[in-house]
């Protein structure tokens, strides 16, 4: 009923910039939250930045004033603004939201399939 699509991901070197961007579609009555969730080989899946449809923000502590989230409302499109990137920044990133289809449903989780940014020194 809903997709997540990512894009913008590639290869950068190290102190780049990229732009990553994650469009929902399908049927959606309202969006809660939408964020960008990373996992690196090997390594556990980990947070990176999130925001709420009342415009407030959390980032992982390794990515603050290097990364900005935003959101497009009107085209359910949230963004991840990656400047200064670091090798360690290497991952597949996820976009995720919390989607509601009806008004009488709760809030449901959806995942994208991921954007992988490789960072080279």
């Known amino acids: 009923q809903v997709q997540l699509v990512e894009s913008g991901g590639g290869l950068v070197q190290a102190g780049g910039s990229l732009r990553l961007s994650c469009a929902a579609s399908g049927t959606i009555f309202s969006i809660k939250t939408m964020g960008w969730y990373r996992q690196a080989p090997g390594k556990e899946q980990q947070l990176v930045a999130i925001?709420?449809?009342?415009?407030?923000?959390n980032y992982a502590a390794s990515v603050k004033g290097r990364f900005k989230i935003s959101v497009d409302n009107a085209k359910n499109t949230v963004y991840l603004q990656m400047n200064g990137l670091k090798p360690e920044d290497t991952a597949s990133y996820l976009c995720y939201a919390e989607i509601k289809h009806v008004t009488a449903l709760p809030y449901m989780p959806y995942w994208g399939k991921g954007a992988l940014v490789t960072v080279s020194s």
């Open positions: 925001i709420s449809n009342g415009g407030n923000t």
